[in-house]
């Protein structure tokens, strides 16, 4: 098992910036990937950031050049830094992990965390 724990939500003015963190109980290193998600009410949850072993980064169109994901193996924490926040970016934002098996690495197993939650006000 594989526990995530988000914080750093809250409510920021539209334009202004937040830094979530996602501490793990075990190495993100040796998870194939590691993404942030979010979910507004109503909406469905949606892909936000993912980083990959490897170190190479994707991002949903609406967040490209306002959003970094990063991360500290020796902390076992990932991070999303929020910039240019807009209305819209309000919602619950969730970590989630996802690890491939040892002896089928076709077999992704993911985990998710509790959610934090943000809030953008214009």
């Known amino acids: 098992q594989v526990q995530l724990v988000e914080s750093g939500g809250g409510l920021v003015q539209a334009g202004g910036s937040l830094r979530l963190s996602c501490a793990a109980s075990?190495?993100?290193?040796?998870?194939?990937?590691m993404g942030w998600y979010r979910q507004a009410p109503g909406k469905q949850r949606e892909l936000v950031a993912r980083i990959f072993r490897g170190g190479t980064t994707n991002y949903a169109d609406s967040v490209k050049g306002r959003f970094t994901i990063s991360r500290d193996i020796a902390k076992n924490t990932v991070y999303l830094q929020m910039s240019s926040l807009k209305p819209e970016d309000t919602a619950v934002y969730y970590c989630?992990?996802?690890?491939?098996?040892?002896?089928?690495?076709?077999?992704?197993?993911?985990?998710w965390g509790q959610g934090t939650q943000v809030t953008v006000s214009s």
């Open positions: 989630k992990a996802e690890r491939a098996d040892t002896y089928d690495p076709n077999r992704i197993s993911d985990y």
């Open positions: 075990t190495s993100i290193f040796s998870m194939s990937a």
